[in-house]
């Protein structure tokens, strides 16, 4: 019987995924790669691992057996090359990263040309990718870390298998339009238009604290998922918003004005890393790089 640790992979990825296209896509291979590496397995073992007579793939006995035992070996060998990384003082590997598109475009780039500069033999592989989605992902190991955004005033649910690491407040202002007159309080802005966020993102949730705070409910005119949309409203004139300091960085302030009013708070950014990643040196370089970006 050769149980070939590749294969055994492909099986322990088709269990988590649900489904061969799934473990696939978790692998970057072909679905046809993963059918013809399951079909060895089973050849090897001499039974059959898992049921595909349905939309997803069930394993059956002997398939959850092996899948269990693929997980211990994972674990293991990923055990096995944190502790090879950490020979010779020099960190190394591919650290896989899932972020949004601000911190790629002014933390995790900012924190890549370091890299390059001081440790050329970490690499890493940036998805973008944010929420429920790239915490699947944290979890079912098809990335090593997420980069995660929060109002300051929400705590953060530290999940089993999920490491927290705190990079840095980014403080929130609050940008009106340049033909607007400065407001010299929030009841200036009570009755103006907001371009809004999800409720379900940190600056979304940062727009109603302000306004309960302030005493008044925001009159949102439009709601964009990214920054610089926004921004192009408030340059528009349609409407105030609320804005971190990084999404701030490089944009041409001629037709916004950025505010001085105070209490706006600010959004936590935390890296959460996948417990069985955490202290891989690659790993840690990248968050000593992270938090080295002014």
Known sequence: MDLDPRRLRVLAAIARR????????????TP??????????????????VDRTGRRAVLTAAGRLLAARAETIERELTEAQRELEGLGGQAAG??????????IRHLLVPALTLLAAEHPAVACTIVEIEGAPALRELRLGGIDLMLFER????????RRQVTVVPLRADPY???VPARWPAPDSYADLADRPWVGSPASSAAGQALERIAREHGFVPRRAHSCLDFPAMLSLVAAGQGAAVVPDLALRG?????????????AGARRLDALVSSGRAGRPAVETLLAALHRVP
């Open 18 to 29: 649900g489904s061969l296209a799934g473990a696939a896509a978790a692998l970057h291979v």
């Open 32 to 49: 046809s790669a993963v059918s013809q590496q399951l079909a060895q397995l089973e050849h090897s073992v001499g039974r059959p691992l």
């Open 94 to 103: 591919r650290v896989r990263v899932a972020a949004f598109s601000t911190v």
């Open 151 to 158: 109002d300051e005033s929400l705590g953060l649910d530290t």
């Open 251 to 263: 944009v041409d302030t001629a037709a916004i004005r950025v505010t001085a009013l105070p209490g």
């Open 173 to 175: 202002r609050i940008v």
